[in-house]
């Protein structure tokens, strides 16, 4: 594991590597199905997206999720899909954490011990080389007046800034329980919504002192990127937005049943956790519209739209799950914590066949 670990430390500091969202995904599945030993799944995991990436890799949420963001709202749909497939597929991986504690004590140093950059890559790096937006090749393409100069040297700096906030959400310590996976999810995220409050008046600034022409010719450059996500065989939007769950992500009420023998009480919590995953779903499912903004400042907007629909959810799942942690003694808790790595352990081959296809 821990040549892999320093294979992925080298690759993810390729500049070159974090503008490809393909590339990303590889590393990303990689880095998340890093720590399984014999009997694991090597090639797959109930928590995988539908574009070969993971949501989660050890204690992280959305990694690389600087990159994500702003390809959206730069590059549009085609190259941005990733940033489309994070959802409530997060959230129930969230309360069914796949990793147990063997499993996350790989991605973080011991304790007292200073990080060594197993997960820094994957949080986001906010030097100005790497975090911040293409401002060289935005430039190249426009030809800026001394004023769009100025106006993008300042989406410049908010871009590292926006960056530096994200980067700070990374994980110091490894959440064990299913709470504590939703609060760091709830950090992420709300860190991200941060970034975007901090690059969108910036960006609108600046693209509101471009001409038709230059304007024309980012569009250009985004056409040419989509043709270029299109030749490497990206993934169709689709899947991003389905609404169907497949099986692997079904709620797993027969073996919480059979693991906690829950009483009345306790199934009536249950019960409303349930009922809050799935109003989550059908929110997160109704905002996924990645397609409809026509511009960087808009895709930016309704980028930080999803992200605010998915704070809201987790909030929502998060507070249902802790009023049903309330009625559970120590045991039936150490219980419902094994789920996810016990189904990760012995997970459907066959659903994951059917979920991804043969790769």
């Known amino acids: 594991m821990a040549g892999g670990?320093?294979?992925?430390?080298?690759?993810?500091?390729?500049?070159?590597?974090?503008?490809?969202?393909?590339?990303?995904a590889s590393l990303t599945a990689g880095a998340a199905l890093a720590g399984w030993q014999y009997g694991r799944p090597r090639g797959g995991g109930w928590w995988q997206h539908g574009n070969g990436?993971?949501?989660?890799?050890?204690?992280?949420?959305?990694?690389?999720?600087?990159?994500?963001?702003?390809?959206?709202?730069?590059?549009?749909?085609?190259?941005?899909?990733?940033?489309?497939?994070?959802?409530?597929?997060?959230i129930y991986a969230g309360v069914f954490g796949p990793y147990d504690y063997e499993g996350l004590s790989g991605y973080l140093p011991p304790r007292g011990s200073p990080d060594d950059g197993r997960?820094?890559?994957?949080?986001?790096?906010?030097?100005?080389?790497?975090?911040?937006?293409?401002?060289?090749?935005?430039?190249?393409?426009?030809?800026?007046?001394?004023?769009?100069?100025?106006?993008?040297?300042?989406?410049?700096?908010?871009?590292?800034?926006?960056?530096?906030?994200?980067?700070?959400?990374?994980?110091?310590a490894i959440a064990l329980t299913a709470s504590g996976r939703l609060a760091a999810m709830q950090q992420r995220i709300e860190a991200m919504l941060a970034g975007v409050?901090?690059?969108?008046?910036?960006?609108?600034k600046f693209y509101g002192l471009l001409n038709d022409e230059q304007k024309a010719r980012l569009n250009a450059v985004a056409e040419e990127q989509e043709r270029k996500a299109e030749r490497r065989g990206r993934r169709s939007l689709a899947r991003a937005c389905d609404i169907t769950q497949p099986s692997g992500l079904r709620?797993?009420?027969?073996?919480?049943?059979?693991?906690?023998?829950?009483?009345?009480?306790?199934?009536?919590?249950?019960?409303?956790?349930?009922?809050?995953?799935?109003?989550?779903?059908?929110?997160?499912?109704?905002?996924?519209?990645?397609?409809?903004?026509?511009?960087?400042?808009?895709?930016?907007?309704?980028?930080?739209?999803?992200?605010?629909?998915?704070?809201?959810?987790?909030?929502?799942?998060?507070?249902?799950?802790?009023?049903?942690?309330?009625?559970?003694?120590?045991?039936?808790?150490?219980?419902?914590e094994a789920i996810g790595p016990?189904?990760?352990s012995f997970a459907d081959r066959s659903d994951m066949m059917r979920r991804y296809g043969r790769r």
């Open 5 to 24: 670990r320093a294979n992925a430390r080298a690759f993810a500091r390729s500049s070159a590597v974090l503008r490809s969202p393909a590339a990303r």
């Open 53 to 90: 990436g993971y949501g989660w890799v050890g204690p992280l949420f959305w990694p690389f999720a600087y990159n994500d963001l702003y390809d959206y709202t730069l590059w549009g749909p085609g190259v941005g899909a990733p940033f489309w497939y994070y959802g409530y597929d997060d």
């Open 251 to 336: 709620w797993p009420t027969e073996e919480i049943e059979a693991r906690l023998r829950p009483t009345d009480v306790q199934r009536t919590a249950l019960t409303a956790l349930q009922n809050a995953n799935t109003k989550a779903s059908e929110m997160l499912n109704a905002s996924c519209r990645p397609e409809e903004a026509a511009t960087p400042s808009a895709r930016l907007a309704a980028a930080g739209k999803r992200l605010d629909v998915m704070l809201q959810a987790v909030k929502q799942v998060r507070t249902a799950l802790d009023d049903f942690y309330a009625t559970l003694n120590d045991e039936q808790k150490a219980q419902f």
């Open 119 to 172: 997960l820094a890559q994957f949080c986001g790096d906010d030097s100005r080389e790497i975090a911040g937006l293409p401002i060289d090749l935005i430039a190249r393409v426009i030809e800026p007046t001394e004023a769009q100069r100025t106006a993008l040297d300042d989406l410049a700096n908010a871009s590292v800034t926006s960056a530096q906030k994200i980067k700070a959400a990374c994980p110091t």
């Open 197 to 204: 409050a901090t690059v969108q008046p910036a960006l609108e």
């Open 342 to 344: 016990r189904r990760t």
